[in-house]
């Protein structure tokens, strides 16, 4: 928000350069508490050039010589600074706001709902059937539900700290990076950062490797060329096309994806033994929680929605809430199917999916399109993170497609997946473990404490109530079971 006041209404150069927001943190800090950043006076700037844009029926806003923020707060000027559109009292955070054109682009909840929902069934919903077999139908269902609402509390934490955040430092997307810096300090920065890093290429790696062979396959290619075909060609889509143009298209997969699981649930259904259901074993329940987890990760899109939602609370709330929800009804459903095919006295399999293919001949096509459109669709998410990421961290503007972060993003994992093209089920399991449970679990209910109790954020504004309630007890349980998930992993690699 504040990055587009400096643009439009501060002082241009040659004026006084006392209003520039600095760039220091601590300085950030002090320019966002004496000019109000999300409150009054910069609602109500905008709110004035909303009111002139639509008065003149113009596309492009034309701002006359120096505008004063403190102008904004003058009571004959703005009658009410707040959004009158956000039930939840908070001000937009006009972060759809072109500055070129003066144009306004909301965001569509259906496409956050779809961009959630794709970047949540990923590979993960492939890996599921082998860690949950173990454990029983019942035992795992309980498992899928308790992660479902777990990752739904930390996408919210998620939101909350990021909304503080962009009306805080003022930028026109901040990453976790900034979000973590601003809450935990530098060492909960270093720390977010290594482990946002480490989980997008590790699932990266996972995705091209797992797609690529998928297209080499199909169109009969070399491995490697196949690999590479993917990552480039899905990840120059992601580069090429415009929000809205990738959102169309994420959204028509995620239909695809829906409309070919339909398909393999209706074939495979005729197979299924009902009391091969009844396996329970609750001890089996923990060694698959990492993977339960990963298959819900979506937290790196939180921002990006939170950005094109303008801030909205409710609507985020809906975007995470319904984003989740139809996945983990699939996964609910997919459990049930891979699991009423094993018998009970059966031993393990390292591939359940195979009990499908050799049912019905038609089952091993569907199986191939569904795991490469789900793939697709949480790639193009997890894309997305780390581009943002990356440019985040090199300074460069969020706003404009620059080659370097894609670069950055898609040519260390290719390079990964060519040289270890059998490291599909590795790589989920290390990133459930080191990267999810860590970046996911404990950071969002650390930063969310901190932006809440820490003595230390002062009197800075937090526009965003909390979004989950149980105060601390709450972020206790959420920083605690990560803990416990994580060490009980370490306990049982060990031993």
């Known amino acids: 928000l504040a990055g587009t006041i400096n643009r439009l209404c501060l002082p241009r150069r040659g004026g006084s350069r006392s209003s520039v927001r600095p760039h220091k943190m601590s300085e950030r800090r002090s320019w966002a508490r004496e000019s109000g950043v999300c409150g009054g006076s910069t609602a109500a700037v905008f709110q004035n050039l909303e009111r002139i844009v639509r008065k003149d029926g113009r596309s492009r806003l034309r701002v006359e010589g120096n505008v004063d923020l403190k102008d904004a707060e003058e009571p004959e000027l703005v009658n009410d600074v707040r959004d009158p559109l956000l039930e939840d009292g908070a001000p937009r955070l006009w972060s759809n706001l072109n500055v070129e054109t003066g144009t306004r682009d909301a ?3 259906l496409g956050a709902v779809a961009l959630v929902g794709g970047t949540t069934v990923g590979a993960g919903i492939l890996a599921l059937p082998a860690e949950t077999q173990a454990a029983g139908f019942v035992p795992s269902t309980t498992a899928i539900v308790g992660c479902w609402l777990y990752m739904v509390g930390t996408g919210l934490l998620v939101a909350e700290v990021n909304a503080n955040t962009l009306c805080e430092l003022g930028a026109g997307g901040v990453s976790l990076s900034s979000m973590s810096e601003r809450t935990l300090g530098r060492a909960g920065k270093t720390v977010s950062s290594a482990c946002y890093v480490l989980l997008h290429y590790a699932l990266l790696v996972a995705y091209i490797a797992r797609a690529g062979e998928l297209v080499a396959t199909g169109l009969s290619l070399p491995p490697a060329m196949g690999l ?18 990738l959102s169309a298209i994420n959204s028509g997969l995620a239909l695809c994806m829906l409309a070919a699981f339909g398909g393999l649930l209706a074939l495979s259904s005729s197979g299924m033994e009902l009391e091969n259901l009844g396996r329970t074993d609750w001890g089996a329940v923990p060694g698959s929680l990492p993977v339960i987890a990963l298959a819900f990760v979506y937290h790196n899109i939180v921002p990006t929605i939170t950005s094109s939602l303008e801030g909205d609370m409710r609507k985020v709330r809906t975007a995470i809430v319904g984003g989740t929800a139809i996945p983990m009804a699939m996964f609910l459903l997919w459990d049930a199917v891979i699991l009423a095919h094993l018998p009970p006295g059966a031993p393990l399999s390292d591939d359940p999916l195979a009990l499908l293919r050799q049912g ?3 089952v091993g096509p569907i199986i191939e399109v569904f795991s490469l459109l789900a793939i697709s669709t949480s790639f193009i998410g997890f894309v997305l993170g780390l581009t943002d990421f990356v440019a985040d ?45 860590v970046l996911f679990g404990v950071l969002p209910g650390a930063m969310a404490w901190s932006e809440r109790y820490s003595s230390l954020r002062g009197d ?36």
């Open 228 to 245: 590479t075909l993917f990552a480039l060609g899905l990840g120059g889509t992601v580069y090429a096309t415009s929000p809205r143009q």
């Open 460 to 495: 800075l504004p937090r526009p965003v109530p909390p979004l989950i309630p149980g105060g601390k007890v709450s972020l206790v349980l959420i920083m605690g079971s990560a803990s416990a998930i994580i060490l009980s992993d370490i306990v049982r690699r060990v031993l």
């Open 107 to 109: 965001g569509s909840v």
């Open 393 to 437: 961290y090199m300074k460069m503007p969020t706003s404009k497609r620059a080659p370097i972060p894609y670069a950055i993003t898609l040519a260390p994992p290719l390079v990964c997946a060519i040289a270890y093209p059998d490291i599909f089920f590795d790589a989920l399991n290390f990133a459930g473990v080191f990267g999810v449970l």
């Open 360 to 362: 019905d001949p038609l």
